[in-house]
């Protein structure tokens, strides 16, 4: 396994790392979910990225009762603030009440005193900057956090929120989680340079697409699958997409890899990406993924590659 620093930080996280967004608590029981991660760790993984929201809290607590049987120092362990957890006018967004309140009961789903990354999960465009900064680098102190991050926030946000820190002496954001994945390269206009500027790491969420860049819609949408069950897909299963996606199966073909080994391989290349965060729902998804840190992409494969899923297409 590779480990990679997170931006200008002395963290250092597996490039492969795994995710509960879809499956702790929800697809996938706690045995299922146990075993996924005891895969993973023992692969080598050692960033676990979790939500408040995935699965109304359900996924932390799965993950916490399964991460006791671990050395709490070797996990980098993250959680996310913003999401609406209940029909409480306060209980959703980035104030100051709602991260405070949220983290604690983070830390208490997750059985541990501190989380390595909280992210916010998203812009609160009804709470002011500051008051966020200032309540993440305060959880900071606390030692309750040990690095904040953002996910997917406009370079022009990321780059307030250090012109905040900078003035305000803060603690600044260290990482950002956007989107990115061979159909959906937006980032690279100007969240990746701004990243790169100022020193944030970036570890990104739907490597894969859905699933799209595996090949597993290239003959249909199964009955059951996420294809079919979720809207977020909709817009990126086009005739467009999956003759690009076919022929790129036909490239990992080439190469003896599995195409969504190709599709995780290819973004380690990237510039400022300290990991992709995976899904899996057993042992043998989270060895397939891992085995992508391992290949090595000939320039002419990344040509290849960048002329079927061109920039800003």
């Known amino acids: 396994m590779q ?3 997170v931006g200008r930080s002395g963290l250092r996280i597996s490039a492969v790392s795994i995710g509960g967004w879809v499956n702790f608590g929800a697809k996938s029981d706690y045995e299922a979910s146990k075993a996924v991660l005891r895969a993973s760790i023992e692969a080598g993984i050692n960033f676990i990225d979790l939500a408040d929201v995935y699965a109304r809290g359900e996924a932390e607590r799965v993950a916490g009762v399964a991460l006791e049987d671990y050395e709490r120092s070797e996990l980098v362990i993250s959680s996310k603030v913003f999401g609406k957890m ?16 949220s983290v604690d009961r983070s830390l208490r789903n997750l059985r ?30 606390q ?42 390269r937006s980032i690279e206009a100007d969240v990746m340079p701004a990243a790169e500027r100022l020193g944030m790491g970036l570890v990104v ?23 079919a069950e979720t809207k977020w897909l909709e817009g990126k299963l086009t005739d467009d997409n999956l003759d690009r996606v076919r022929a790129f199966c036909g490239l990992a073909a080439e190469m003896s890899v599995e195409p969504g080994q190709l599709a995780l391989a290819w973004i380690l290349t990237r510039p400022a990406i300290s990991c992709v965060i995976t899904g899996a ?15 090595e992409l000939p320039d002419e494969v990344a040509r290849k590659i960048d002329a079927l899923f061109p920039a800003g297409d």
């Not at 541990?112 to 959880?139: K, N, Q, S, V």
């Not at 780059?159 to 989107?179: I, M, N």
């Not at 003959?219 to 294809?227: L, Q």
Request: proline share 7%; hydrophobic share 35%.
């Open 86 to 101: 209940s029909d409480g006018p306060n209980d959703r967004g980035l104030s100051r009440k709602h991260i405070m309140e």
């Open 205 to 227: 969420w739907s490597p894969l697409a859905g699933g799209i860049l595996t090949g597993k819609y290239n003959d249909g949408v199964p009955a059951g699958s996420r294809g």
């Open 3 to 5: 480990y990679r620093s």
């Open 112 to 141: 541990t005193d501190y989380l390595d990354i909280y992210f916010c999960h998203r812009p609160d465009p009804e709470t002011p900057l500051e008051e966020t900064a200032r309540a993440m680098d305060d959880l900071v102190h």
């Open 281 to 295: 729902t057993d042992a043998a998804q989270v060895a397939a993924n891992v085995k992508a840190a391992e290949i």
């Open 143 to 184: 030692g309750k956090v040990l690095y904040w991050g953002t996910s997917v926030f406009p370079a022009a946000t990321l780059q307030r929120a250090h012109d905040l820190a900078d003035h305000r002496g803060l603690y600044a954001p260290r990482v950002e989680q956007p989107e990115y994945n061979l159909l959906e």
